[in-house]
């Protein structure tokens, strides 16, 4: 498939396709923290069942941050957003640079 051009363009689409999903979910998750225990204590009016829902919150978050740590550069292969130990979640691949919207703006 990545022999010619094409295909590796195309692999290098799926691939940022694939880091800006994981990007989205973990800003929508950061979002809709507030609001998320706004209505929590509005509808179940206890700090008790509200803890519950920023324990599965946070979890979800924690597993948010780490896949999108993870998720590799369609170009160089590494980690896109991770450089040492630390996640750092610029808009270009902390290895070679490629852009999240490389695929775009041709
Ligand atoms: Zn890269």
New binding site residues.
């Given amino acids: 498939m990545a022999e010619d051009g094409k295909g590796e363009g195309k692999e290098l689409a799926e691939g940022l396709w694939i880091i800006r999903r994981r990007r989205r979910y973990l800003w929508g998750l950061l979002l809709v923290y507030i609001p998320a225990i706004w209505v929590s204590l509005e509808v179940t009016g206890s700090d008790r069942k509200t803890a519950y829902v920023f324990a599965v919150w946070f979890v979800l978050v924690f597993a948010a941050i780490l896949a999108a740590a993870v998720v590799r ?1 369609p ?4 980690p ?1 957003h991770l450089s040492g130990v630390l996640p750092m979640f610029f808009r270009s ?1 902390r ?4 852009g999240l919207d490389a695929d775009r703006n041709k």
């Fill in positions: 550069c170009r160089c292969g590494n896109f691949c290895h070679c640079g490629l």
